[in-house]
């Protein structure tokens, strides 16, 4: 089903001309999106004060359109 949810994102990405987009993701799914032009910024560090409980092992990507 995460391919799917993928191929939906990617489309909205693409069709309304997003510059860019973040995301967080499990670092098992991490080659998937690079596979569809993210890429890996790091892992996510989640600050004490925040208001939600961290979740450990994420991984922040970006995506970027290809320059014309």
Known sequence: ???QFDQ?????LQDTGVA???GASFPG???QLQQQG???LGPVV?????PV???PNHHLCI???ASP
């Open 8 to 12: 939906i994102r990617m489309a909205f």
């Open 63 to 65: 995506w970027q359109p």
């Open 46 to 50: 989640w600050r004490a004060a925040d």
């Open 1 to 3: 089903m995460a391919g």
């Open 29 to 31: 799914r991490v080659a």
């Open 20 to 22: 860019f987009a973040l």
């Open 53 to 55: 409980p961290p979740i």
């Open 38 to 40: 993210w890429r890996e």
